[in-house]
């Protein structure tokens, strides 16, 4: 999970105008540049979309963050690179931890983020693309299993609000918690990820809307 970079970080391009290039149009940073969905989770946590390194200079000086959480996993758009230089340049821990927002997310996965909390240097910062789906997971999982918040707070973070759209593809992860609440009442989660949590059947039950899958994929281009 944890990235330390050698030489060129991968996804930065030669040039300081290819980089800027590929941020703002291939990895539509342009969108993100006055409004990020920058939001504080708890007094922990923070939430948000690919940062640019203007903004993680000010997030970082106005909130002192310690860590760096990438959902994105490596990635091939410039802004990966830049990440990591910023990281560097403001001593942030910085770790790679990729979720999907189109799927079941995955038993190991899941107990990695539970299991991983302990040895954080907080607060943190926990970003994916936009800030609306794999953000609005970690952020549930983080509240509800780690901080032990209430699992009705903890779903919140899965919200239009964030620009998360529940009808869509993205909808399976508001369906894992509600499946967690049928199936426990909101009690025991890592024991229910661990013993009774079955990926396979919950991504086979669950159906998203057309519309808003075209909306969220298409449209709008989420990873």
């Given at each position: ?40 989770v708890s007094p922990r946590l923070f939430r948000s979309g690919q940062p640019t390194p203007a903004q993680l200079r000010r997030w970082t000086r106005r ?6 959480i990438n959902l994105r996993g490596r990635h091939p758009f410039s802004t990966y690179g830049q990440e990591i230089a910023v990281c560097r340049e403001l ?133």
């Amino acid at each position: 999970m944890t990235h330390e970079p050698t030489g060129r970080a991968p996804g930065k391009p030669a040039t300081a105008l290819g980089a800027t290039v590929d941020a703002l149009l291939r990895d539509h940073a342009v969108f993100r540049l006055v409004f990020n969905r920058f939001h504080r989770v708890s007094p922990r946590l923070f939430r948000s979309g690919q940062p640019t390194p203007a903004q993680l200079r000010r997030w970082t000086r106005r909130h002192g963050l310690r860590t760096v959480i990438n959902l994105r996993g490596r990635h091939p758009f410039s802004t990966y690179g830049q990440e990591i230089a910023v990281c560097r340049e403001l001593g942030l821990a910085h770790i790679d931890f990729r979720l999907d927002s189109r799927g079941a997310p995955p038993r190991d996965r899941l107990l990695q983020l539970l299991d991983m909390a302990g040895g954080l240097d907080y607060p943190i910062l926990a970003h994916c693309k936009t800030g609306a789906d794999r953000a609005g997971l970690f952020a549930a999982a983080f509240l509800h299993g780690v901080e032990e918040q209430p699992i009705g707070l903890a779903q919140r973070q899965l919200s239009l609000r964030y620009g998360h759209f529940r009808q869509a593809k993205t909808g399976i992860l508001d369906f894992f918690f509600e499946r967690y609440v049928r199936d426990t009442g909101g009690q025991g989660f890592r024991r229910w990820i661990e013993e009774d949590y079955d990926p396979a059947a919950l991504k086979a039950e669950f159906m998203s809307q057309w519309w808003a899958s075209l909306l969220v994929d298409r449209l709008l281009r989420r990873e």
